[in-house]
């Protein structure tokens, strides 16, 4: 039996070498293998899953540098039927690629927000003069290469490996221990494991985000991560993404998702699972 994954494309992108990992663990696991689907954007990976035309998605949701991918929460937020399947962590390398004959011929670097954020310092140091334009992915910045000699792209060794194009320096992101966490989505019900995560909106009354964090630390619940979002519909309204050291599976985790329901105003669950850690061996070399 093939399922199909949906992950910002085209091909070469960090997000479908995270795709390539979760394949060989699915497989693996299940003996059950995944078609690779990409799509031009996050949103479009995401929507994908719930309009029906794939089984999973695979999409970033933190890096360690830059934190957040802000358009994946933003968007799991108002689709909200996703469930969170497996987590995975993987290396991330960047590489500058151009067919320039030298740095100093380089006016203008091409790429998507995260990267050109994970390498600030590099480019900085090294093209302080180059203009910098996002892209929906770092593989799609490769496209501008070819109309333009003095134009640059970052993106993956991989992603240069792949279309053929020659890497000027590499790596170039900012901090060597670079890592992207990735969560994999469908609509079926979460496996459970020991990280939940979680959002939610308060009350607008004094001391509204104090009671529902009081819950978890009433009953013991680790929070391991929380962040603010603008709901979007008015300054200073804000949801809240949680993460917890929790299964939705253990009793104790259900009374305070259920005493929770009192204390916000919207509470979006979206799973329990597992987090495959970072790569190595084989599956390291795909990220480079």
């Known amino acids: 039996m093939t399922l199909s994954i949906a992950h910002l494309g085209p091909s070469g992108t960090h997000a479908e070498t995270a795709a390539i990992v979760y394949a060989d663990w699915f497989w693996k696991e299940t ?11 996050i949103a479009q990976t995401l929507l994908a899953v ?20 802000t358009f994946t929460l933003d968007t799991l937020w108002r689709l909200d ?15 500058l690629i151009s067919q320039a004959s ?18 600030q310092e ?11 334009i996002s892209t929906n992915s770092t593989t799609e910045a490769l496209q501008h290469l070819e109309a333009n000699s003095a134009s640059g792209a970052i993106a993956s060794p991989r992603a240069a490996q792949l279309y053929q194009l020659p890497m000027l320096a590499c790596p170039i992101n900012d901090s060597p221990d670079n890592c992207t966490r990735f969560w994999v989505l469908s609509l079926r019900p979460s496996p459970g494991g ?3 995560s979680l959002a939610f909106t308060v ?11 009081q819950v978890f630390a009433n009953r013991g619940i680790n929070m391991s991560k929380i962040e603010s979002r603008p709901t979007k519909r008015s300054l200073g309204d804000y949801l809240f993404f949680v993460d917890l050291e929790a299964d939705t599976h253990d009793p104790g985790t259900q009374a305070a998702l259920a005493e929770l329901t009192h204390e916000t105003a919207t509470l979006k669950v979206f799973g329990s699972y597992n987090i495959l850690p970072a790569g190595n061996g084989e599956e390291s070399s795909l990220v480079l």
């Not at 039927?81 to 590489?95: E, F, M, S, T």
């Not at 030298?102 to 390498?119: D, K, R």
Request: with cysteine.
């Open 81 to 95: 039927k996703l469930q969170i399947q497996q987590g995975l962590v993987l290396p991330i390398v960047h590489a």
């Open 50 to 69: 719930t309009q029906g035309q794939v089984d999973l998605a695979i999409v970033p949701v933190e890096n360690s540098v830059e934190g957040s991918v």
């Open 102 to 119: 030298s740095l100093e011929a380089i006016q203008t670097i091409y790429s998507h927000p995260q990267a050109l954020a994970q390498c």
């Open 203 to 213: 009350h607008d009354t004094p001391g509204a985000l104090v009671k529902p964090l």
């Open 194 to 196: 020991n990280h939940t």
């Open 31 to 41: 003996g059950e293998t995944l078609s690779l689907c990409p799509y031009p954007s």
């Open 122 to 132: 590099w480019l900085d140091k090294f093209l302080p003069q180059a203009q910098l």
